[in-house]
């Protein structure tokens, strides 16, 4: 099983990039996904998430209105784009999968950033210079 995200960069605040995310191995309308990131020094924290229909987004306040997530089956694919980018933005972001195929999405968080995902990335780096 792998995930392999790609898209991120180096950018300035106000700008928008595209995060993609490919999941191989599994049968992927049989997982929710989600975006987490990291910042050095921090905990992982939730970006988003989308069920495996694609018919129930969630985000993380700071992103909402600002950052979309999407997925398109049958190319296996989750994307995360990111519009009107801040210097807070900047971090590893990983994506996930969690086997659910419930209309809504469940993850479990345990201290220390932890998530209950089944599988994750190696994360690709963003970085949004002010």
């Known amino acids: 099983v792998q995930l392999v995200e790609s898209g991120g960069g180096l950018v300035q605040a106000g700008d928008s990039l595209r995060l993609s995310c490919t999941l191989s191995?599994?049968?992927?309308?049989?997982?929710?996904m989600g975006w987490f990131r990291q910042s050095p020094g921090k905990e992982r924290e939730f970006v988003a998430t989308?069920?495996?229909?694609?018919?129930?987004?969630n985000y993380t306040d700071s992103v909402k209105g600002r950052f979309t997530i999407s997925r398109d089956n049958p190319k296996a694919t989750v994307y995360l784009q990111m519009d009107s980018l801040k210097p807070e933005d900047t971090a590893n972001y990983y994506c996930?999968?969690?086997?659910?195929?419930?209309?809504?999405?469940?993850?479990?968080?345990?201290?220390?950033?932890?998530?209950?995902?089944?599988?994750w990335g190696k994360g690709t780096l963003v970085t949004v210079s002010s």
């Open positions: 989308i069920n495996w229909s694609g018919t129930y987004t």
């Open positions: 191995g599994r049968t992927f309308s049989s997982y929710a």
């Open positions: 996930a999968a969690d086997r659910q195929k419930e209309d809504t999405v469940v993850i479990q968080r345990a201290p220390g950033g932890r998530y209950g995902m089944d599988y």
